[in-house]
């Protein structure tokens, strides 16, 4: 569990057993048996195996649309424990939003997507979507090695084979508050880079996102949440990168 959003809170985990598990079995302890010193407005995280050392390592994106802050990754002591402040930061600061990561580069190690919802400057200029790629040891790049050409109001990010061809694409979820909402897809280069994006219309204010296939064609599809429209919906991969928006529920 990652405690959300609210400035200045703390990174919470709770473990069953004292055991680390990516699926554990209910019941949760009522208080967390780790907590980070670190604050931040925590607002994306994932686990991955960013190491290769078979333990889940947590990587949180800080700062929505309240602070610039950093990336950070708290790394698993093989216990179920991490340390309370992270032992990696990105160099660079931003409002993120959504993390996303898998193996962007084909190399093996898990790279991290990350959804920036503005601009330096705050509200009213738009963010982009950055990737950070995994050194080949387990520890990210401090900068980002790819930053999108088009800026966007992106909040959320996922990471999936649009095309077919065996490298991960990015789905990246786009809308300016109250109004716009669209889904920006960039298939993956194949050298660490994304090409440019293909819009996709929503319902309005998309924000979450996720990729899977969701009518067993073998094509990766794509759920978006709706905030303002109070909608989600849903598009269907064609399989060559293409997608065709099925509706809204
Ligand atoms: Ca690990
Ligand atoms: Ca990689
Ligand atoms: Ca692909
Ligand atoms: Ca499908």
Redesign the pocket.
């Known amino acids: 569990m990652i405690t959300r959003t609210l400035a200045g809170c703390r990174l919470a985990i709770g473990l069953w057993g004292g055991l680390a598990r990516a699926q554990t079995t209910l019941p949760f302890p009522t208080t967390p048996t780790w907590e980070s010193y670190a604050t931040g407005v925590s607002t994306g995280g994932g686990l991955v195996d960013l190491d290769r050392d078979g333990d889940l390592d947590l990587v949180v994106a800080n700062g929505n649309d309240i602070l610039r802050q950093h990336v950070e990754v708290y790394y698993n002591d093989g216990r179920g424990h991490f340390p309370v402040t992270p032992p990696w930061q990105s160099s660079d600061i931003d409002y993120h939003g959504h993390v996303s990561i898998g ?9 991290v997507a990350v959804s920036v919802f503005l601009g330096p400057s705050g509200f009213g200029q738009p963010g982009d979507v950055k990737l950070y ?2 050194d080949g040891t387990g520890t990210l790049g401090a900068a980002p090695a790819w930053r999108s050409a088009d800026n966007c109001f992106s909040f959320a990010c996922a990471l999936g084979d649009a095309d077919g061809d065996g490298d991960l694409d990015l789905a990246v979820s786009n809308s300016h508050f109250e109004s716009g909402g669209n889904v920006a897809i960039l298939l993956n280069a194949g050298d660490g880079a994304f090409a440019l994006p293909v819009n996709h219309l929503t319902g309005t204010g998309a924000e979450a996102i996720a990729a899977g296939d969701l009518d067993g064609d073998s094509d990766l599809d794509l759920v978006v949440a709706n905030r303002v429209a109070c909608t989600v919906s849903v598009l269907l991969g064609v399989g060559d990168g293409s997608f065709v928006l099925a509706g809204s529920i």
């Open positions: 193996d962007v580069t084909g190399d093996g190690w898990p790279d790629v995994n």
